[in-house]
């Protein structure tokens, strides 16, 4: 386990929220990068818009996951309770920002 993991709380299904969120942060680079020309003049992660949009909303999309992923593991590690974790539930649910930062939060007090 990672150090930064071991001084973190959660870790009733052994972080896996982070390994999703890592999907999302490694596609989303990809995605970044998806029109460069590499050392051989060849562009060779170039996608159609439609490919590229799509991909788009599966990186945002695991982001979410992700999310409710790390809500669930608070709440089964005895990190937060019902009500925070519906409320925070419901937050995720009902919004569109990017989660990335989300999941950098630390646990509710």
Known sequence: MAEKEKEMSGGSFDYAYSRVNQFADELGLR????????????????F???????????????RRTAALMRESEWLYSGDTGDESFMERVKEIESSNVKWGAYLTQSIPS
């Open 48 to 62: 159609e818009p439609a490919t590229l949009a799509k991909l788009r909303g599966i990186e945002h999309l695991a």
């Open 31 to 46: 995605l970044d990068e998806a029109d460069k020309v590499n050392e051989w003049g060849e562009t060779p992660n170039k």
